[in-house]
């Protein structure tokens, strides 16, 4: 490694580590404090950069930061109507590819869990989404379809359902081996499988409501466009306002997708299971639920 990469990496690392020193030292101080703009600015900079169960350091193009960019443009490529299916393939592998990282970057870690493992568990499940991303695209151009409902609604409907199941399928192992759940004190009770299961469900939702409504929007917005003058004029222009109209919307989705669930997430301790409930008396506890 280049020395001048190794410095930033470790300059980058102790920026966050006195990012988290602060949220520490300040952690029973008054609800006043936290207009203070440095405690702020490190409670920003710890969810954003540094994992929650594992205290390492997420690579930059799967913070939730950089979910926009990235998805954006790839959502408005596996929408578009084609004559071939060979130019959806790179669109669907490339989107796919990067939910499923982020899904599992972004996850609850605190479950013992090998590399190998993650990896062929992400092959898996790309190619299968890859697989049925490209079904409604295989039917458009075999059925032809004449229904304008059909013909539009079936992309996003599979795209929807696609991003749920994508969630589910590569935080798998979160509802079978258990997640940790802690007392508000921040110990660790134990492991529980229907936390996890809970987790898994409640980000697969998020996502249901962010790439629901960033497919629907501009497909309404492109239905009525068409019938305008200026698209006839102009018929390239359909093109510039779909992407600006899927950027728009998604910029506006995503951190409400993100937030309809706190990412430290609560469950009643009777919803769980008998060990953990006879292993403290809390009637409440916290688990990661992941982005």
């Not at 409907?157 to 994508?166: E, M």
């Not at 910029?251 to 009643?268: D, H, T």
Request: some cysteine; charged content about 20%; aromatic content about 12%.
């Amino acid at each position: 490694m280049e020395p001048n990469v190794r410095f930033w990496i470790t300059e980058r690392q102790e920026k966050i580590e006195k990012s988290r020193q602060l949220l520490l030292t300040n952690q029973d101080a008054s609800v006043h404090d936290l207009e203070d703009q440095g405690i702020q600015e490190a409670w920003k900079r710890s969810l954003s950069t540094v994992h929650p169960d594992s205290s390492k350091l997420i690579p930059v193009p799967f913070r939730p930061a950089a979910f926009l960019p990235f998805t954006a443009p790839m959502v408005f490529l596996s929408l578009l109507s084609v004559k071939r299916l060979k130019s959806m393939i790179l669109p669907q592998v490339s989107f796919y590819t990067y939910t499923t990282a982020f899904n599992i970057i972004n996850g609850n870690a605190s479950y013992n869990r090998q590399s190998h493992e993650s990896v062929l568990l992400g092959t898996g499940v790309i190619a299968s989404s890859t697989f049925f991303g490209l079904l409604p695209h295989f039917l458009q151009m075999k059925f032809s379809p004449s229904n304008i409902l059909m013909s539009k609604a079936l992309p996003v409907v599979f795209l929807t359902q696609l991003s749920a199941v994508n969630v589910i399928a590569s935080r798998s192992f979160e509802p079978t081996r258990g997640i940790e759940v802690m007392d508000k004190e921040g110990n660790v009770i134990g492991y529980s499988r229907k936390a996890g299961t809970k987790a898994v469900k409640d980000t697969a939702t998020s996502r249901v409501v962010l790439f629901g409504t960033s497919a629907f929007i501009p497909e309404v917005f492109s239905y009525f466009f068409k019938r305008t003058q200026f698209f006839q004029q102009y018929p390239w222009s359909l093109w510039t306002l779909k992407l600006s109209c899927t950027i728009l919307v998604m910029g506006l989705m995503v951190p409400l997708s993100f937030s309809i669930f706190p990412q430290i997430g609560r469950i009643q301790c009777s919803m769980l299971e008998k060990e953990i409930q006879s292993a403290t008396e809390e009637t409440e506890l916290f688990y990661n639920r992941g982005v």
